[in-house]
């Protein structure tokens, strides 16, 4: 089974950039589709992006789109997301997700088997 590792948080300046990667082994990354969600303290994990197999086609929650671009490297086994004009609401702890399923559901945590631990980032106004 696949193991998730995500890198790339940080402590960033409101207005700032960071690109965070989820990096998978004991698996191919290209089975399955691949989400990011993040979840701030005291609120329930939520949906940030998610990216389909091949990467033609993703989508996003309405509270990042357009700051935040999705992406993957097949070939490097690796997800990133992208995370530009970042906003203080936007600190939280960001946690890649993966499952090898077909389901029309992508924007729930019960949409997804195998979890990273999670990369803290944390935008300062």
């Known amino acids: 089974q696949v193991q998730l590792v995500e890198s790339g948080g940080g402590l960033v300046q409101a207005g700032g950039s960071l690109r965070l990667s989820c990096a998978a082994s004991g698996g191919t990354l290209s089975y399955y589709r691949v989400a990011w969600f993040r979840q701030a303290p005291g609120k329930e994990r939520e949906f940030a992006a998610a990216?389909?197999?091949?990467?033609?086609?993703?989508s996003y929650a309405d509270s990042v789109k357009g700051r935040f671009t999705i992406s993957r490297d097949n070939a490097k086994n690796t997800v990133y997301l992208q995370m530009n004009s970042l906003k203080p609401e936007d600190t939280a702890v960001y946690y890649c997700?993966?499952?090898?399923?077909?389901?029309?559901?992508?924007?729930?945590?019960?949409?997804?088997?195998?979890w990273g631990q999670g990369t803290q980032v944390t935008v300062s106004s």
């Open positions: 997700a993966a499952d090898r399923g077909y389901g029309s559901s992508e924007g729930s945590p019960d949409d997804y088997e195998y």
């Open positions: 990216i389909s197999r091949s990467g033609v086609r993703t």
